[in-house]
């Protein structure tokens, strides 16, 4: 029975979310396996945001009101999506790839044993990270024994966004008993999930070789198998992030303003997963006006209206929860100590900190450095490949912004190399594209 609602807890959201995708993408969805890896990160993004507003609206959080609205809301796009709209055929691959290799097969059972291990150790290890306890798994049961949001002022770190204590509090209330061992989950689904989504972006683009090659890149870090385990809030919000930029790159490849929608949504999510998401939609906002500027010149008109198309849905999901924790008393300038007068002194440590955690640690294997290596062999490719393009614009804001944090933010810990790669993580799937689309030949011969 406990194992039937668990099910119950993950299949409902993301029947949710692949309902709403459908109607967004206009029946146009992408392959299988990737709608549902879309259909996964959307339905959850739901699930949290309704139970943000149920508990705005003083609505006590019960299995049955929280899944009458998701049940409203799957129907609600059900009947949409029965509405005839303009229909257009996804992309696929323009070729075949011959037969699969030793080297093929190998790659992908090295990829398989990893996603699985993820799962294995998730199942297996109960939480014992400090800030799992101190916030997320601490707020989650809070949220989980007073069925609201009553105790919002006095949860450990208030401003916090609550998109995994509101999963976690989720999956408990469904099982009939605090369980912060079962809600885990749901990290290694988030990881594979992406893993879904990674692959039929790069199918799409590359070969299977290339696109096994991509995956078993972004896999080879030890710190994202590591937090593929672990009720860290980095590897959701690395979902959320890095798929915004994807779906930009879809959305200029395809001109299908589902994909501008849905970059949207994510943006606006991945700032009630974390803070940074804050800054990162930012970023995403800027990613979207270099891709209109560059690559889809149009009337100020149509420009004015994609630009209105995608900040409108990621800043209402950004200031429903900022002006109510604002309404509820919470600060949310607490943890933002600028020191501006101490910002030169600090620039060193800094640059130092941030080339150590990229280059002279064990969580990226060498593709940091690979990606180095890569640019200056390949810069012609700079010039005149606009995924390249896009994804380096993409890195060097994101880059940028977390320099320029960590040199004016007053908290000392945000130069430690530990706490660094955890804000790296969030961007890493970016790196590994970047090495295959810099070094995928031209000229594609089939493997």
Known sequence: ????????????????????????????????????????????????????????????????????????????????????????????????????????????????????????????????????????????????????????????????????????????????????????ITFPLTLLAFLLIYTGFLLRRTNRRWTLLGILMLLSSNLLNFHAFVAYRDLPLMFYNCLTIIFLLEWKDQDHDG???????????????????????????????????????GSWKETLARTLKFLTPALTIFLIFYFYKIGRGVSTTQYLQFRLGAATGRVPAVFISFFNALFFTANWNILWSFLAVSILLNLRKIFTDENVQILLVSLVLFFGLLISLSIIVGHDFII?????????????????????????PEKNEPY
Request: proline share 6%.
């Open 416 to 440: 430690h190399s530990f706490d660094i790669s955890r804000v790296i993580l969030q961007i890493f799937p970016l790196c590994p594209l970047a090495i295959v689309f810099l070094n995928y």
């Open 259 to 297: 994909y501008l929608i849905l970059a949207a949504l994510f943006s606006g999510i991945g700032t009630f997963v974390k803070q940074e998401g804050m800054a990162y939609l930012l970023i995403h906002a800027l990613v979207m006006l270099f891709i209109l500027l560059r690559f889809k010149k």
């Open 1 to 184: 029975m406990e194992t039937l609602r668990l099910i119950y807890s993950l299949i409902l959201p993301w029947m949710t979310g692949y309902q709403v995708l459908t109607f967004i993408m206009r029946r146009s969805l992408p392959s299988f396996p990737a709608s549902l890896g879309m259909a996964f990160g959307l339905g959850f993004g739901i699930l949290t945001q309704v139970m943000l507003v149920l508990g705005m609206a003083g609505v006590s959080y019960t299995v049955f009101n929280i899944s009458a609205v998701l049940i409203f809301i799957w129907a609600l796009f059900f009947l949409l999506s029965r509405i005839k709209r303009p229909c257009r055929p996804s992309p696929r691959p323009s070729k075949r790839d011959s037969w699969w290799t030793a080297l093929d097969i190998l790659i992908l059972i090295i990829i398989t044993i990893y996603t699985v291990c993820s799962f294995y150790r998730a199942a297996t290890m109960p939480i014992f990270t400090w800030d799992s306890f101190a916030t997320a798994i601490y707020n989650a049961k809070i949220i989980y024994y007073d069925r609201s949001l009553a105790s919002l002022p006095y949860f450990a770190h208030p401003a916090y966004p609550l998109h995994i204590p509101m999963i976690a509090s989720w999956v408990s209330f469904n099982l009939g008993q605090w369980n912060d061992q079962l809600f885990k």
